[in-house]
Structure formats: structure tokens, C-alpha cells
């Protein structure tokens, strides 16, 4: 006998209803383009940043890969958020900092791959957080950017990820660089 009772065989059911009733949800979520979904959140992107600092190119590209260099929140004209999180910076803050970088990201995707519909895929981001020696939260701030890669691409915008802290350029709050496989 497979199922010992009714209660393991009532529960096994209830599991596989509440998958099908999330594959279902994910399969229309990800029926609308990354395009799309940027227009229904209300989001214009920021021009791409320019390299800051440094000799090298916003991003590289490697067959299917595309290597975004690591961007900071922008916010138009404005120098990017400074201050060390736990300290001058609160984790609310830093989050927002974190989905102001990962604009910036979807900015130097758009450029790179030419339109975010042909982004299939986000591999991996690495986040930095400029915080005091015993924070402990670097993934929440982190999850700024993460939320903001899934909201715009479903299911293709969850991604392999480090977070810790570091000592950042010029003592900005987030430093995040991702990779992506385009179409």
C-alpha cells in the first residue's frame, strides 16, 4: 500500500493541487515579456551608467553570456547613496539602493542584449554591501535587486547569488554585477 492512511493520501493531494495551482500562475505570470511587465510597473530605466573610475566596458559578451560590470543605485544627475549600512544607512535603505542598482542593470542589459524580451535567462548576481564589521543582514539588502529581477522577468529572473560585505567604491552602500544568457 502506498499511502498508509487517508490523512497522508489527503495531504500528498493537497501538495500536488497547491504545485499545479503555482506552475499555473508562474505559466501566465510568464506569458508577458519583460517589456511588458516593465510598462505595467510603472518603470522608465535610466540610461546605462558609464564606467566610473576605471579602464573597462559597462559589459562584455561571451557567446550566450553577457558580464555586467558592477553598478551602484543611480538616481538621475545625483552621485550614487554613500554610508555604511547598520550605521548611517538603514537595511529599508539599503534595499532601495539595491533595486536602484538593479535598474542600472536592467538598463545595461537592454543595451547589451538590445531589448530585455531577448534576456533569457538571469545566471547569477553578486551583491556588495558597504555595512558595519557586525552586520548580519547583507542578503535583505540585497533581495532589493533580486525582487526587482523577478518581478520584471517571472520564473527566468530567479537567479544563483552571493551577498556579503566589502569595502565598496568611493564608500557607496550596494556594488551588485550580474550575468545573463540572452536568446
Not at 492512511?5 to 519583460?34: E, I
Not at 540610461?47 to 566610473?52: D, E, N
Not at 550605521?87 to 539595491?98: I, K, N, P, R, T
Request: glycine residues 10%; positive net charge.
Amino acid at each position: 500500500m502506498l499511502y498508509p492512511n487517508r490523512r497522508a493520501l489527503l495531504t500528498v493531494g493537497l501538495a500536488s493541487t497547491t504545485l499545479l495551482s503555482w506552475r499555473r500562475a508562474s505559466a501566465q505570470s510568464s506569458t508577458k515579456s519583460p517589456e511588458q511587465r516593465l510598462r505595467e510597473l510603472g518603470i522608465t530605466l535610466p540610461p546605462p551608467p558609464p564606467p566610473v573610475g576605471g579602464n573597462y566596458v559597462p559589459f562584455t559578451q561571451m557567446g550566450k553570456l553577457i558580464f555586467i560590470s558592477g553598478t551602484s543605485a543611480r538616481a538621475g544627475d545625483a552621485p550614487p547613496p554613500r554610508g555604511k549600512v547598520g550605521a548611517d544607512v538603514s537595511v529599508e535603505q539599503a534595499y532601495q539602493h539595491a533595486r536602484q542598482a538593479g535598474l542600472a542593470l536592467l538598463a545595461v542589459m537592454r543595451a547589451a542584449a538590445g531589448n530585455l524580451d531577448n534576456v533569457a535567462r538571469i545566471g547569477k548576481v553578486v551583491g556588495r554591501v558597504n555595512a558595519v564589521p557586525d552586520f548580519i543582514d547583507h542578503p535583505k539588502v540585497i533581495n532589493g535587486c533580486s525582487d526587482l529581477l523577478v518581478e520584471v522577468f517571472g520564473e527566468r529572473g530567479r537567479h544563483a547569488r552571493s551577498a556579503f560585505g566589502a569595502s565598496t567604491p568611493f564608500g557607496i552602500t550596494v556594488y551588485i554585477e550580474a550575468v545573463v544568457e540572452v536568446a
